[in-house]
């Protein structure tokens, strides 16, 4: 079955410290990865996003994220967080070659709390 | 800017009283979706529009429907909304590029509260 693990509900870190966000993913094939955040009572705005070439991919608000094949995961990690940075973070795949449909199936998301 | 826009952002409806979500888009994007999150869970696909073709998720009750008259807008309709049905409403759209897609833009949402 397609599925993707975020084992991480809760997580909190300190302002400045490093964060990584775990993400683990069963599928057939190799499929297109994905990192959202959301804000409470707002829409998913896209982190970053992994179709191929370099396994480490970065985006915006400091993020990267890095694709390992060999264990079906897709970790994002930020250096120094930011307070700024509490937020909900999904992880999420989606087929690639089915005509090019972003039909995600997300992780279950992490609420990432920042101390000041 | 382009965008994806959803109306209205807040919706309280009745139980069993038929309720419309509009979406809408300035992308020119051909495929449209919506998906359902409840409270602290992963938004859950229910349909997508790929240009006029309708395409349901299996497992998407018959009291969820949807309708694009045209490439801008996308309209979820339910029938009678149950307590169950409360949830937030994301649409997204996405561009098909050959065997490609581009990744998915989500709107804002519409929260959905049934009394």
């Known amino acids: 079955a397609q599925s993707v693990t975020q084992p991480d509900i809760h997580i909190t870190v300190s302002e400045g410290a490093s964060l990584e966000l775990r993400c683990n993913y069963s599928y057939g094939a190799t499929p297109y990865l994905f990192w959202y955040v959301q804000s409470p009572g707002q829409g998913l705005q896209l982190l970053l996003k992994?179709?191929?070439?370099?396994?480490l991919v970065q985006g915006i608000k400091g993020f990267e994220a890095e694709f390992k094949r060999s264990q079906s995961s897709f970790n994002l990690r930020k250096p120094s967080v930011h307070w700024s940075d509490a937020a909900e973070y999904f992880c999420a795949v989606g087929p690639r070659f089915s005509g090019g449909y972003n039909k995600l199936i997300f992780g279950a998301g992490t609420r990432l709390a920042v101390h000041p | 800017d382009a965008m994806v826009i959803q109306n209205p952002r807040y919706q309280v409806t009745q139980f069993g009283k038929p309720v419309t979500l509009s979406c809408s888009q300035t992308?020119?994007?051909?495929?449209m979706y919506w998906y359902q999150q409840k409270s602290s869970q992963a938004p859950k696909l229910l349909f997508h529009y790929y240009d006029k073709d309708f395409n349901n998720e299996a497992d998407t009750p018959d009291n969820f429907q949807s309708r694009r008259p045209n490439t801008s807008f996308c309209f979820l309709d339910i029938r009678s909304p149950g307590l169950g049905d409360a949830a937030m409403y994301l649409c997204?759209?996405?561009?098909?590029?050959?065997?490609?897609?581009?990744?998915?833009?989500f709107g804002q949402g519409t929260r959905l509260t049934v009394v």
């Open positions: 992308l020119n994007h051909n495929v």
């Open positions: 992994y179709f191929s070439g370099d396994t």
């Open positions: 997204a759209t996405s561009s098909v590029q050959g065997v490609r897609g581009t990744e998915a833009f």
